[in-house]
């Protein structure tokens, strides 16, 4: 990167969303729109012009722009000429340019004392971005380049989960079991969607959730939306490589990920802020299947263990909060195939849990907050793999189902806000493994 990157800085408020004043100022009227906050801050006097979502635009002074890149990026050209004072405002109308961002095209005239031979980007989802021309010297300098954060929000308000689809003796199926925000696993509710197995879930938008892939007897890439209430949806045609035995993790703080899977491939499929599957991303770390992922660190991610044919693992793949994948870090405890056996907990930590060494095991590996995992901690619970984990009540975790090899189980396990998995719970609902599970609100 030869150019500018614009800077980033995440304000929390306490209103509905936190509004920009001066720098470092925040102004929390919840009545106002964010339109005007930002003109207060910029003094002003800006015509806030209708959402662009095209892949090029031209900027004309004294507007203000809501950008929508969820379906492409943007190159914005700026005005040819300037005057002293013109200004104009771009703001990322769907929080979206983490993934897709915008390009300043500042067309002959300087931008911020560099002149048009640099490449501008900016890649921060929720920039609002406010430019006044100063003159030919510097020309165009941004007077506000600030990241504005959702509010209410956090990684870690989803009260409530969701346990879908797997394989009970029975064949496949798609029923699903809603999980109270004090960790009760309610009865079946008639399955919605192709009935499968091997899927992975997480959460996106905050508040929703995403069931995705799997085995049929053979492999798809379809989808099954949840929303903030629990209600899952029908098919959504699938996008990327069709494969099962994969996980999934929120990151982003809003966005989720697919990764790995059968074949025992590394590609990852990430997951936007309302709820789009990307084509495959190349795969970065060792191929394998039959791993867990989950959140940590507020905004980041981690897949961890998982086999390849003839190895089993302990390695880790950390996700940035951009959606990232790292290369492989040292594995920590026992390698074992880990089926979809990872939750967030506490708020900003995870747990791996339970899993085949090829003998069923109840141990877990707690995470940090900074994505280091723990040696073994003792078993808890009925020994047994193919389950699936999610997050409940804001910071606690659920491990429920799978196999112990003498057959399907519906028994849950709860995970306290420090970490401890409780002992077993009697089970409720279809006994089964290969389902998957995540939080929504």
């Given at each position: 990167m030869s150019g500018i990157i614009g800077s980033k800085l995440n304000i929390r408020g306490s209103g509905r969303i936190a509004k920009l004043g001066t720098d470092g100022q925040v102004l929390t009227s919840s009545g106002a729109g964010v339109a005007a906050a930002f003109e207060d801050a910029a003094g002003g006097g800006l015509d806030w012009q209708t959402i662009e979502t095209g892949s090029t635009m031209t900027a004309v002074a004294g507007n203000g722009y809501w950008i929508d890149t969820t379906s492409n990026a943007c190159t914005i050209t700026l005005p040819g000429t300037a005057s002293n004072g013109d200004e104009i405002m771009f703001v990322d109308y769907a929080r979206n340019w983490g993934t897709n961002g915008i390009v300043i095209d500042s067309n002959g005239l300087n931008y911020q004392g560099e002149d048009d031979t640099y490449t501008v980007e900016y890649g921060t989802d929720g920039t609002a971005l406010h430019i006044v021309y100063s003159g030919s010297t510097n020309g165009w300098i941004p007077t506000l380049d600030k990241t504005v954060e959702d509010v209410p929000f956090t990684a870690t308000t989803n009260d409530n989960g969701i346990f879908g689809f797997g394989w009970p003796s029975s064949g496949r199926t798609s029923v699903t079991n809603l999980v109270s925000n004090v960790g009760v696993v309610a009865t079946d509710t008639t399955g919605v969607g192709t009935a499968r197995s091997s899927v992975a879930a997480c959460e996106y938008g905050g508040d929703k959730g995403i069931f995705g892939y799997g085995t049929t007897g053979s492999v798809v890439s379809l989808t099954n939306l949840i929303s903030n209430s629990g209600v899952a949806a029908s098919d959504t045609t699938g996008v990327g490589t069709a494969r099962s035995n994969l996980t999934a993790c929120e990151y982003g703080s809003d966005k989720?990920?697919?990764?790995?899977?059968?074949?025992?491939?590394?590609?990852?499929?990430?997951?936007?802020?309302?709820?789009?599957?990307?084509?495959?991303?190349?795969?970065?770390?060792?191929?394998?299947?039959?791993?867990?992922?989950?959140?940590?660190?507020?905004?980041?991610?981690?897949?961890?263990?998982?086999?390849?044919?003839?190895?089993?693992?302990?390695?880790?793949?950390?996700?940035?909060?951009?959606?990232?994948?790292?290369?492989?870090?040292?594995?920590?405890?026992?390698?074992?195939?880990?089926?979809?056996?990872?939750?967030?907990?506490?708020?900003?930590?995870?747990?791996?849990?339970?899993?085949?060494?090829?003998?069923?095991?109840?141990?877990?590996?707690?995470?940090?907050?900074?994505?280091?995992?723990?040696?073994d901690t003792t078993g808890v619970g009925t020994a047994r793999g193919y389950l699936a984990a999610c997050e409940y009540g804001e910071d606690k975790g659920i491990?429920?189902?799978?196999?112990?090899?003498?057959?399907?189980q519906s028994m849950t396990n709860l995970v306290s806000n420090v970490g401890v998995v409780a002992s077993d719970v009697t089970g409720v609902g279809t006994a089964r493994n290969g389902l998957a599970a995540c939080s929504y609100n």
């Open positions: 989720g990920i697919f990764g790995y899977g059968s074949s025992y491939v590394s590609i990852t499929n990430l997951v936007s802020n309302a709820g789009v599957v990307a084509t495959d991303t190349t795969g970065v770390g060792t191929g394998r299947a039959d791993l867990a992922a989950c959140e940590y660190g507020e905004d980041k991610g981690i897949f961890g263990y998982g086999n390849n044919g003839s190895s089993r693992f302990s390695l880790t793949n950390l996700v940035s909060n951009v959606g990232v994948v790292a290369t492989d870090t040292t594995g920590v405890g026992t390698a074992r195939s880990i089926w979809n056996g990872g939750c967030s907990y506490g708020g900003d930590k995870g747990i791996f849990g339970y899993g085949n060494t090829p003998s069923y095991v109840s141990m877990t590996n707690l995470i940090s907050n900074v994505g280091v995992v723990a040696t491990f429920g189902f799978g196999y112990t090899g003498g057959g399907n």
